[in-house]
């Protein structure tokens, strides 16, 4: 936790309410995002309970598995959500737009992506395990299923694995993108869960925050937001009502079981929405539009995948693939924070109090200064800036300047509470400086030491010539009826 982080959380104890620790929202919340809230079987991987899924806030649909034990049963669960999910992921399929690369082939991209709205962590990863148990069932063979299930289960595996990129928000998960935004005056642990989040965020007119988070806590009041479900709700409600459709599976009993697990979903539904409208109404930064049109760039190049006919993801990576997915991990996690503090003073602040970045005014300014004589000359103006910063960067570092995107410079003296710096980009290509390219006396500047520039691929073998002491070449993956035999599924 950050200095101002603990200090916000500080002040929402004293205050009772939720502090903004960012000036504006860092994610993209789509028009219409599709909410899914999963619940689980207690006790199971991936044995689903229920889903309350949709994208209209007013009219959800409730699927539900009678006996999640049932293996005919669970794979109906997931037809069921296929006809949800499909006809939303498929809907973004069909616009295209040519997108002109530089040095290279236009292309092809779709004009928006779809959006999962799921609780909270676990949640993410438990549709990652749903995707997982469906993503390599068959039409056919020794356990058919409805042919969609597949292709559910890829495009599940997909927004969960997707989910883990940093500043991807195709699965976004509503805790974290909330905390990403307001501290509240309890623990990062205890901010897990969303109806005590919000209520130190958006407590009920006349409550405190910290009141409206200790009603959170009462199951009977906000269930959890899934996936796993109150061990009081499993045992008195939950388990007298799976009994019932096992000695009589009527529609009675099935839907006894609907409306409880209803009670269960509806609390977390309407939070959901509420999440989203939170965050909408924040002010958007200026890289969240370039986040998602990566993001909508993945999304067609999974589409792509698909129509080609490629197999399913694999269950686990081979040694050259699991370390280009960390690097490229490394490198989305360094840039966005780089992205976040560019784009927002609050996330700025925590990098001046490190010493990483400083602000200041501008006491003296050289724009006409140089180095070199004759063809080598170069155009190097000088800036002096004095800071109240602690500064922790040596001379010789280089530095970049949120308010000029593109500006560079390098840092030559450190006196004191002055700067002196040198101007080695974003001056234009004239003899003299652009005009407004170098910060004039009296001007308000900030530097720092992060910097978003491009980095290149890790160098990894090809897969081919993985060496033996990392389990040698990945065996091509070969579709079999021993794909639907997983022992957890």
């Not at 503090?341 to 300014?365: C, N, Q, S």
């Not at 050289?366 to 040596?394: M, N, Y």
């Not at 005009?435 to 308000?444: I, Q, S």
Request: proline share 10%; charged share 25%; hydrophobic share 35%.
């Amino acid at each position: 936790m950050s200095t101002l982080t603990a200090l916000a959380r500080l002040r929402a104890i004293r205050d009772g309410a939720a502090q903004p620790i960012t000036t504006v929202r860092h994610c993209h919340i789509a028009p219409h995002p599709m909410v899914f809230i999963p619940l689980k079987l207690a006790g199971e991987a991936a044995a689903p309970l229920a889903a309350m899924v949709g994208t209209d806030p007013d009219h959800p649909r409730l699927l539900v598995v009678p006996q999640p034990r049932n293996r005919d049963l669970r794979f109906a669960f997931a037809a069921e959500l296929a006809e949800v999910l499909l006809p939303y992921v498929e809907g973004f399929e069909k616009t295209t737009e040519t997108v002109e690369r530089k040095g290279g082939e236009p292309y092809e991209r779709c004009l928006d992506a779809p959006q999962l709205l799921v609780p909270n962590r676990p949640a993410a990863a438990f549709t990652g395990l749903l995707g997982r148990s469906t993503r390599f069932r068959r039409a056919d063979g020794p356990y058919p299923v409805h042919p969609s299930v597949p292709l559910l289960g890829r495009w599940l595996t997909y927004f969960a694995d997707r989910s883990r990129q940093p500043g991807s928000c195709l699965l976004l998960v509503a805790t974290e993108a909330l905390s990403m935004h307001w501290a509240t005056g309890q623990s990062g642990l205890e901010d897990a869960n969303l109806a005590a989040l919000l209520g130190w965020i958006a407590p009920p007119p006349g409550m405190s925050g910290r009141r409206a988070a200790e009603e959170a806590e009462d199951p009977l009041l906000w269930p959890p937001a899934g996936p796993a479900t109150d061990p009081g709700f499993d045992n008195e409600v939950l388990g007298p009502a799976v009994r019932a459709y096992e000695e009589a599976p009527t529609d009675h009993a099935v839907e006894r079981l609907t409306q409880a697990l209803r009670t269960q979903l509806e609390p977390t539904w309407r939070l959901m929405w509420q999440a989203a409208g939170l965050l909408r109404a924040l002010p958007e930064d200026g890289r969240v539009k370039d986040r998602w049109d990566a993001d909508r760039g993945s999304f067609t190049r999974f589409v792509e995948r698909l129509a080609e006919g490629g197999p399913p993801q694999a269950r686990r990576d081979g040694a050259v693939g699991a370390a280009a997915r960390l690097a490229g991990l490394e490198r989305a996690r360094a840039s966005y924070d780089v992205q976040r503090a560019y784009d927002d003073p609050l996330i700025m602040a925590e990098y001046r109090l490190t010493g990483e970045a400083f602000a200041g005014t501008v006491t003296d300014a050289d724009p006409e200064h140089t180095e070199g004589e004759g063809r080598s000359r170069k155009l190097r103006p000088l800036i002096t800036v004095r800071t109240d910063d602690p500064v922790r960067l040596a001379p010789g570092a280089t530095v970049g300047s949120p308010d000029r995107r593109g500006h560079a410079a390098e840092i030559v003296e450190i006196a004191g509470d002055e700067i002196t710096l040198k101007i080695t980009k974003g001056m234009g290509r004239g003899r003299t400086p652009a005009p407004g390219a170098v910060p004039e006396p009296g001007e308000r500047v900030s530097y720092t030491s992060l910097t978003d520039d491009f980095q290149t691929s890790a160098a990894l073998p090809d897969p081919e010539r993985t060496p033996w002491t990392h389990g040698g070449p990945p065996e091509e993956y070969v579709p079999s009826d021993d794909d639907a035999q997983e022992e957890w599924s």
